[in-house]
T-cell receptor, first 111, second 114 residues
Framework: AQKVTQAQTEISVVEKEDVTLDCVYETRDTTYYLFWYKQPPSGELVFLIRRNSFDEQNEISGRYSWNFQKSTSSFNFTITASQVVDSAVYFC????????FGKGTRLHILP | DAMVIQNPRYQVTQFGKPVTLSCSQTLNHNVMYWYQQKSSQAPKLLFHYYDKDFNNEADTPDNFQSRRPNTSFCFLDIRSPGLGDAAMYLCAIASGVGIRLEAFFGQGTRLTVV
């Protein structure tokens, strides 16, 4: 069965600190996709990144970076030099035929 | 430009009065999903379509039904909304299987039941 675990329910950091959001997944499939979404208070899900199971390269996009490690079934997300606008709920998700979400991590960036 | 359009953004319905939420897409993707998201919870999959093939999650209540008359449109019907059905309803689209997988979400419809 597929499962996504985000163990951190809520995190608070002071602005400009770095923060890492953890994601651990389970799947029996060899081909799958992992996603991170941001959900601001407005409610829409904003796509951040997609990573397929064959590509273990880490990725950096501005202040965001992702660390995918198949050996530990983890797909962690780091925000460098956090800003107040980063405050949101962040979801990690897994897709083979269905998109399964973790329970989300609520991130508070304090000014 | 929005690829997944959900109407309305906010819907208020009376307890027990049938309500329909709509979703349309501009990309002609063959997979469409409906998710229910209650406050402070993860989105929960209700249904998904692969082309016209309909897949109902085992724990989706019978009160919820869906229609997909063509590739572009998908509807979520709630036959007799209860207070517990108040939630954000998210529609998503995705392309095929295999290597090229994209998934896009609409802005959601926030349903209030009074």
């Amino acid at each position: 069965a597929q499962k996504v675990t985000q163990a951190q329910t809520e995190i608070s950091v002071v602005e400009k600190e770095d923060v890492t959001l953890d994601c651990v997944y389970e799947t029996r499939d060899t081909t799958y996709y992992l996603f991170w979404y941001k959900q601001p208070p407005s409610g829409e899900l904003v796509f951040l990144i997609r990573r397929n199971s064959f590509d273990e390269q880490n990725e950096i996009s501005g202040r965001y970076s992702w660390n995918f490690q198949k050996s530990t079934s983890s797909f962690n997300f780091t925000i460098t030099a956090s800003q107040v606008v980063d405050s949101a709920v962040y979801f990690c998700a897994l897709r083979d035929d269905k998109i399964i979400f973790g329970k989300g991590t609520r991130l508070h960036i304090l000014p | 430009d929005a690829m997944v359009i959900q109407n309305p953004r906010y819907q208020v319905t009376q307890f027990g009065k049938p309500v329909t939420l709509s979703c349309s897409q501009t990309l002609n993707h063959n997979v469409m999903y409906w998710y229910q998201q209650k406050s402070s919870q993860a989105p929960k999959l209700l249904f998904h379509y692969y082309d016209k093939d309909f897949n109902n999650e085992a724990d989706t209540p019978d009160n919820f039904q869906s229609r997909r008359p063509n590739t572009s449109f998908c509807f979520l019907d709630i036959r007799s909304p209860g207070l517990g059905d108040a939630a954000m309803y998210l529609c998503a689209i995705a392309s095929g299987v295999g290597i090229r997988l994209e998934a896009f979400f609409g802005q959601g419809t926030r349903l209030t039941v009074v």
